[in-house]
């Protein structure tokens, strides 16, 4: 069964707006990553923030992570119709081999 | 070098059959993982190849599913008596090592369509 669920489900913004998707789980974790999917297809390996780690940035993407509420949050800045994909959550739970993932948050940036 | 390929890209099948897909991982990846995502929805781990040790198969839903792997290389995801709640896309990952922190390279996965 998945591990996380992420939120909202799909948002839709204008370009140079930000965009904020929020990631919840439901164990302890060693860290968390977030992943872009374009077209239902192969996923894109964009952050990854320790369990020790509150912030964590990488050019327009800044990455939060609450451990004491089990949330994560994921903020793209100045959004770009590029942007438009769907953003998934994967925790690497403690002692674990794999990625549980969310459900995703469709993100589509209108032009 | 090449990323991770996955073959077939599409396969359509009846329901009843077998069918195998294929995964090349990158060269020197020594972990390579296998998912499912059916359609809307997140990725469901199925299996874990890590080296010479044994494969942690807890993700696979039923014994119609099996993987093999070739030392570090390619691997085969096979599923046997095909149903329709098997249609999804199959993705294949591969990682440097297998712990738990390293970034996980996908394929760009296999749809499967069961009639």
């Known amino acids: 069964s998945q591990q996380g669920e992420e939120d909202p489900q799909a948002l839709s913004i204008q370009e140079g707006e930000n965009a904020t998707m929020n990631c919840s789980y439901k164990?302890?974790?060693?860290?968390l990553q977030w992943y872009r999917q374009n077209s239902g297809r192969g996923l894109v390996h964009l952050i990854l923030?320790?369990?020790?780690?509150r912030e964590k940035h990488s050019g327009r993407l800044r990455v939060t992570l609450d451990t004491s509420k089990k949330s994560s949050s994921l903020l793209i800045t100045a959004s770009r119709a590029a942007d438009t994909a769907s953003y998934f959550c994967?925790?690497?739970?403690?002692?674990?081999?794999?990625?549980?993932f969310g459900t995703g948050t469709r993100l589509t940036v209108i032009p | 070098g090449a990323g991770v390929s996955q073959s077939p890209s599409n396969k359509v099948t009846e329901k009843g059959k077998d069918v195998e897909l294929r995964c090349d991982p990158i060269?020197?990846?020594?972990?390579l993982y296998w998912y499912r995502q059916r359609l809307g929805q997140g990725l469901e781990f199925l299996i874990y190849?890590?080296?010479?040790?044994?494969?942690?198969k807890s993700g696979l839903p039923s014994d119609r599913f099996s993987a093999e792997r070739t030392g570090e290389s390619v691997s085969t995801l096979t599923i046997q008596r095909t149903q329709q709640e098997d249609s999804a896309v199959y993705l294949c990952?591969?990682?440097?090592?297998?712990?738990?922190?390293?970034?996980?390279?996908f394929g760009p996965g296999t749809r499967l369509t069961v009639l």
């Open positions: 990952a591969s990682s440097f090592r297998g712990s738990p922190g390293n970034e996980q390279f």
């Open positions: 164990t302890s974790i060693n860290n």
């Open positions: 923030i320790r369990s020790n780690e």
């Open positions: 994967a925790t690497v739970q403690t002692g674990a081999n794999n990625l549980f």
């Open positions: 060269s020197g990846h020594t972990a």
């Open positions: 190849f890590q080296g010479n040790s044994a494969p942690d």
